[in-house]
């Protein structure tokens, strides 16, 4: 049977076998969003076997082997890693059509040379042979990292964090891949949440600071973001579903932080008021200490309470929430702007449909300090697949300018996650590519091939400054 990972997969025309093989194959990666545990990195994690490595943690395998009626014993469960790698074996013949089906086999040949596909007669091959990998030298977290060309990664930290793992990673010369923080105070806005006030107890306690009121969690805020400054961080990253910029108001900002202290939950008015007010601020900061801010904006979390309540978060129960309007979007960016504060900003959608939205709202706010300043970030989440990565190429290049596009992340928890920058890459060739095929472009490989380049790996190096 004819290899499935082939030399030319998803490449359909010379064009794309050209762009893909001449200019993006070897590009380094700069995976500048993604989950990985620093800890994990500095203590050289070994892996016990191709099933830890795979299933711990992913809930991107976790949902499809659900929808297989595979038993939560061997999803999150107790069972071991070997009977859960064989269940997720069992059902792989059936993903055809899941991006699971592409990156699982693509990480099957990059990383352990196996070229079969995964099923329950392969499934006893494939775990030794993975294993024999994983279990030496050359399957620990830090070779997986190396192998894969990868040149600096940012990890997602809590500002309370005391960076410890970063500071060593940054001391330790014999690792030569740049592991930078990201500043994530996702739990300092989400000020509805039950643990909000215990949350703002640990802040208060990392920062030297007793939060009281807004002024206080401003001051918190600030002051982990020097600390975090200070241990290489160029990005922060935050997460909503539906947000209203468009309500700003003061007062009832300190209303929620009131409310929230207390345990008690503030009014939909007085939080959308609360996230607008720390944005604004946080814009600030952003901008003086050259931060680049990320917005990941349409996720609705926890749907399956019972889940939820016996699991907790991250497990799978998250969705593809309402579309943001335009107008909340446009207030919170216009604030910035107008202040002369508005940071690089990368925006992401988990709702496809706000696609050009997004990439015609960036327009309006773009200037002359950075090329492609406010971007529209890769197809995130249920949107990293093939279908989802060329809608994001073709809109970004119908409605903005695809050449300073800032290209592929990871956003995974796995060290296995890297052939999802090769995946891009073929689509992206595979797009422009077809362009040149048909006519829409011109067959100018040098100029064209710079810009598939730049995508891969210029751009963000340059735009998170890590070029200087």
Not at 161 to 188: G, I, M
Request: glycine content about 8%.
């Amino acid at each position: 049977m004819k290899s499935f990972i082939s030399e030319d997969f998803l490449l359909t025309t010379e064009a794309a076998r050209r762009l893909y093989h001449d200019y993006a194959e070897n590009m380094p990666i700069f995976d500048y969003h993604c989950h990985l545990n620093p800890a994990e990195i500095y203590e050289n994690k070994q892996f016990s076997d191709i099933g830890e490595a795979w299933l711990a943690g992913d809930h991107y395998k976790w949902r499809v082997m659900r929808a297989n009626a595979i038993p939560e014993e061997f999803v999150t469960g107790s069972a071991d890693y070997h009977e859960k790698f064989n269940r997720f074996a069992d059902i792989m013949p059936g993903l055809i059509g899941n991006p699971i089906y592409h990156w699982s086999h693509l990480e099957l040949k990059r990383f352990f040379g196996i070229d079969e596909l995964l099923s329950s007669s392969t499934a006893d091959m494939v775990w030794e042979k993975a294993n024999s990998k994983l279990q030496g030298p050359e399957g620990a977290a830090r070779a997986l990292i190396t192998e894969s060309n990868v040149r600096a990664l940012c990890t997602t930290d809590d500002p309370a964090d005391d960076l410890k793992y970063h500071k060593l990673l940054a001391e330790d010369t014999q690792f030569a891949t740049k592991v930078l923080p990201t500043y994530r105070p996702e739990k300092a806005l989400n000020i509805t949440d039950p643990g909000f006030s215990s949350y703002m107890e640990k802040l208060g306690e990392a920062a030297g600071v007793k939060i009281r009121t807004i002024n206080d969690v401003r001051s918190a805020l600030a002051n982990r973001m020097e600390y975090f400054a200070a241990a290489g961080c160029r990005l922060s990253d935050h997460s909503f579903g539906s947000p209203d910029f468009t309500i700003w108001d003061e007062k009832a900002a300190e209303e929620a932080v009131r409310k929230g202290l207390a345990g008690e939950i503030p009014t939909e008015y007085e939080a959308a008021a609360y996230q607008s007010v720390m944005m604004d601020y946080l814009g600030e900061l952003y901008t003086d200490n050259g931060f680049t801010m990320q917005l990941h904006i349409g996720a609705i979390r926890n749907l399956n309470t019972l889940r939820y309540r016996a699991l907790g978060a991250d497990v799978g129960c998250d969705s593809i929430g309402d579309v943001i309007s335009a107008a909340s979007l446009a207030a919170l960016l216009d604030r910035m702007a107008v202040k002369g504060k508005l940071p690089r900003t990368i925006l992401y959608t988990l709702n496809a449909a706000d696609n050009d939205k997004l990439i015609a709202a960036a327009g309006c706010f773009q200037d002359d300090t950075t090329a492609g300043k406010i971007q529209f970030g890769s197809a995130w989440w249920f949107n990293d697949h093939y279908d989802g990565m060329t809608a994001q190429l073709k809109s970004l290049a119908n409605i903005g300018v695809l050449s300073r596009f800032v290209g592929m992340l990871t956003d995974s928890r796995s060290f296995l996650s890297y052939p999802r920058h090769e995946y891009f890459r073929r689509i992206l060739c595979e797009v422009v590519g077809g362009w040149i095929d048909r006519g829409m472009a011109p067959a100018d490989y040098e100029s064209i091939g710079r810009i598939i380049q730049d995508i891969c790996f210029n751009n963000v190096w340059k735009y998170i400054g890590l070029d200087k």
